[in-house]
């Protein structure tokens, strides 16, 4: 059966992890919810959700709640165990029978009593809302104009509209009315036009109540960038179907929607406009429109006027004018984005000294962790490049490492070093990580990755109280000295009671699941709580928190 193929392709100490669950009853009822759907609960530190789906004769889906972030957890190993062993319950007939039941129900109701049961149930579950609307969406151009009217013109919350612009997206996308670009492009301008400000509105509206949300919410502002950049995505991926004709149509509507002064999106709609330019009369027209914009500063703010700067000299460069582009650079040099210009013209003809020494300078004007010095440095790693010499190379993509503080260019790093280099490199790495204390985190990282589980047992030792290191990193830091760690965890945890409050609890309660994750010993964690509700009996929030968190492991 495919349940036997899948447990024997997993790890085997998470094979086996997941039999001692199964064999220890920790898996409750399985049920199977369709012929190719199962669904379990699995009792660990807390009670997991598990669901597992089939496909051709092979397990093609599966899915837990735990925390656990490698290929295959314990707990779907132990529920695949539970159904080999013939413990799922069978629900179709069930479900079957519950749908025969609803129908008759239905059959039976006055529509105008259907309809209100509907909207009642949509209202109250916006997932199942998304779904029906998507689902039943109007097939024509004209109903798919009215349908963003409509979703613009009736009141919910920015993350409800979100999801509901999504739908409308999608559907657009993959509707035939979709089918002709200028339909496409008709539709796509009436969600830019009505859709995003709408969301907009609503953002600035939820952004005044931000602050008393719950901690864990979405800035409502995210929704609002995203919506924008999924619009726009839509429309340069039109491009590549358009006729001359449409993209004409788009570049006058860019352009137009910039005279009016209209700065939303204003970065997407010139982007927009620069990929639809053909030939030297669209791209007079274009540079005319960036001139409008440079020369009006009343109109537009020190950013706008700075893009339409960089945008200009791109357009120039592009149509093989570039001496006029090179003097905008060097009338504009005290613009970081022209510096990073100059020098990516000092590249390409060659002169590769001035191009360095520029960087340098350049870079001490730079913010610390500025988009500006990420160029810089991408420049300077370029020009080693260019250059050849393997200790200037090592020594960029040290520096951007340690700027950047992404893993995967300190790998970039460790495979590019040669070995008579790589000893030195890392130890200036690690001297750097440890000097800077804003960067624990990175440098338990580099830990991880190099194995050294003994180093990263060291940091974590040295840290009092909890940190998210413990979560992030104790799983790795345990392998160095199961014992040592469990000591220094333990005590972490007593330093951090000297915190109060419920917040501070549930995070406490969140490293005592993790204890338990890593050593899986119910035992000791359930010995810690209880002295811990001992010690501090009179602390009624922790007392509550501890007994709904850790109430099955009793």
Not at 206 to 228: N, T
Not at 327 to 339: G, W
Request: proline fraction near 2%; aromatic fraction near 10%.
């Amino acid at each position: 059966m495919c349940f036997n193929d899948f447990i024997n392709s997993v790890d085997p100490v998470i094979m086996g992890r997941g039999k001692d669950y199964y064999e220890s009853g920790y898996v409750d009822e399985v049920r199977r919810m369709d012929d190719d759907t199962w669904v379990a609960e699995v009792d660990g530190s807390r009670v997991y959700q598990v669901e597992l789906r089939t496909a051709r004769d092979s397990v093609s889906y599966w899915k837990c709640s735990c925390p656990y972030d490698g290929p295959v957890c314990k707990h779907v190993v132990a529920v695949c165990f539970a159904i080999l062993e013939g413990e799922a319950i069978d629900m179709r007939e069930r479900i079957a029978e519950d749908k025969k039941t609803i129908e008759t129900i239905v059959n039976a109701m006055d529509i105008n009593e259907l309809r209100r049961v509907v909207i009642d149930f949509l209202s109250r579950n916006p997932e199942q809302k998304g779904k029906f609307i998507l689902r039943n969406l109007p097939k024509t151009e004209i109903d798919y104009s009215q349908a963003v009217k409509d979703i613009s013109e009736y009141p919910t919350n920015a993350a409800d509209y979100y999801e509901d612009c999504r739908d409308l997206l999608d559907s657009i996308k993959h509707s035939d009315a979709a089918e002709s670009p200028d339909v496409l492009w008709d539709l796509l301008q009436n969600l830019i036009v009505l859709a995003i400000p709408t969301l907009k509105d609503l953002y600035e509206v939820a952004d005044l109540e931000y602050d008393s949300y719950d901690y864990d919410m979405d800035d409502p502002y995210q929704y609002y960038e995203e919506l924008c950049s999924e619009v726009y995505q839509s429309c340069m991926a039109l491009m590549e179907d358009a006729d001359n004709t449409l993209k004409r149509k788009i570049f006058g509507w860019a352009l137009s929607y910039i005279d009016t002064g209209n700065d939303e999106q204003f970065d997407l709609v010139l982007e927009l406009a620069d990929a639809a330019i053909m030939d030297e009369q669209m791209a007079d027209e274009y540079l005319a429109c960036m001139d409008r914009i440079i020369t009006n500063d009343d109109e537009w703010d020190d950013a706008q006027i700075r893009l339409a700067i960089r945008s200009k000299v791109l357009c120039l460069k592009t149509f093989g004018r570039n001496q006029e582009a090179i003097r905008i650079i060097k009338d504009n040099q005290h613009d970081l984005d022209m510096r990073i210009l100059l020098i990516e013209e000092l590249i390409e003809s060659g002169d590769y000294a001035t191009a360095k020494k520029l960087c340098n300078r350049y870079l001490q004007d730079a913010g610390a962790y500025s988009h500006h010095r990420t160029r810089l440095m991408q420049l300077k790693l370029r020009i080693s490049d260019l250059e050849g010499d393997p200790e200037s190379q090592v020594e960029s993509r040290k520096q951007f490492f340690l700027h950047s503080r992404d893993i995967s260019h300190y790998r970039d790093l460790k495979s590019f070093c040669p070995k008579e280099l790589w000893k030195k490199c890392s130890e200036e790495i690690e001297a750097a990580l440890i000097e800077d204390s804003m960067r624990e985190h990175i440098l338990a990282q580099v830990y991880r990755e190099n194995a050294d589980y003994g180093k990263l047992l060291q940091l974590l030792a040295k840290k009092k109280g909890l940190s998210e290191l413990h979560l992030s990193f104790g799983a790795e830091a345990a392998k160095a000295d199961m014992d040592e760690f469990l000591d220094l965890y333990q005590n972490a945890i007593w330093d951090a009671m000297s915190e109060t409050g419920r917040p501070h609890y549930e995070y406490v309660a969140r490293h005592l699941h993790n204890l338990l994750d890593i050593s899986e010993d119910y035992k000791l964690v359930n010995s810690l709580v209880s002295e811990l509700k001992q010690v501090y009996f009179n602390r009624r929030a922790m007392i509550e928190i501890f007994d709904r968190e850790f109430a099955r492991n009793r």
